[in-house]
Nanobody, 122 residues
Framework: QVQLVESGGGLVQPGGSLTLSCTAS????????LHWYRQVPGKERELVAQ????????DYADSVKGRFVITRDDAGDTVFLHMNNLEPGGSAIYYC???????????????WGQGTRVTVSS
C-alpha cells in the first residue's frame, strides 16, 4: 500500500514563511508527476504547484508565482513546497497528489495525502 504523508502546516503571520513536505512510502516501482493543491472549505480545490517526475519542469499558479518554490530531495522521495510572503488568502488545507506505479505491470494510480492545514493570520 502506498501512502503520501504531508507535514509542515501551521499558523504563520502574513508575510511569513512555511515549508510543507510530502513523502511517498510503500510499494513504489516508479513515480509520476507530483502536484500541490489547496482547498478552502466551500471552494474548489486549486492547483498551486507541480513538478514532473524527472524534476525538470515546474509550474506554479499565477497566485503564488514568485512566492512559492517546489523542490525535492535527490532520491525524489520527498517533495517540498516552500511558501514565502504568505498572504491571508493562502489559508487553506494543502494536499499533495502523485501518480505512482506500484509494480512494473500495474497501472498508474493517483494517491492523495491527508492534507495539512495552513493558517495565515496575525
Amino acid at each position: 500500500q502506498v501512502q503520501l504523508v504531508e507535514s509542515g502546516g501551521g499558523l504563520v503571520q502574513p508575510g511569513g514563511s512555511l515549508t510543507l513536505s510530502c513523502t511517498a512510502s510503500g510499494r513504489i516501482f516508479s513515480r509520476g508527476d507530483l502536484h500541490w493543491y489547496r482547498q478552502v472549505p466551500g471552494k474548489e480545490r486549486e492547483l498551486v504547484a507541480q513538478i514532473t517526475s524527472n524534476g525538470r519542469t515546474i509550474d506554479y499558479a499565477d497566485s503564488v508565482k514568485g512566492r512559492f518554490v517546489i523542490t525535492r530531495d535527490d532520491a525524489g522521495d520527498t517533495v517540498f513546497l516552500h511558501m514565502n510572503n504568505l498572504e491571508p488568502g493562502g489559508s487553506a488545507i494543502y494536499y499533495c497528489n502523485q501518480g505512482i506505479w506500484e509494480t512494473k505491470l500495474s497501472r498508474l494510480q493517483q494517491y492523495w495525502g491527508q492534507g495539512t492545514r495552513v493558517t495565515v493570520s496575525s
